[in-house]
């Protein structure tokens, strides 16, 4: 039996909606903390020659990304300041997720802006 031809956007429109289900589903779990612990990440206090760059930022969730490059990332809650061509312009808190080299960082005040300088 041939099928309607009216059928088939209602079909497209499903299987749309099922695939966006599904991907933020897996952003949502992307960005839930691991219950497993998941890898080991060096974490510590914020040596004074530490530095980090702005690689990301989020304004209307208010959070940045943080590449800290090969140093070691401060711990979870470390308030750090936000410098742009040697001026303080905010500062932000480690938050998670942190992974090896990246650490996420809520805005507590200013407006940071990619390639400002963390320490």
């Known amino acids: 039996m041939k099928q309607n031809n009216r059928s088939q956007p209602c079909r ?8 966006g289900t599904v991907l933020a589903l897996w952003l949502t779990a992307c960005a839930t903390p691991s219950r497993t612990g998941g890898p080991q990440i060096a974490t510590g206090p914020v040596p ?7 690689a990301l930022v989020n304004p209307s969730a208010q959070f940045v990304v943080v590449d800290f490059g090969g140093q070691p990332v401060p711990a979870i809650g470390t308030v750090l300041s936000v410098y742009r061509q040697e001026t303080l312009v905010g500062s932000v808190r480690v938050s998670e997720p942190v992974r090896v080299r990246f650490a996420t960082a809520d805005i507590v005040a200013g407006a940071p802006q990619v390639g400002d300088v963390i320490r």
């Open 48 to 54: 004074d020659e530490a530095t980090g760059l702005v």
């Open 12 to 19: 497209r429109l499903t299987v749309a909606i099922l695939a």
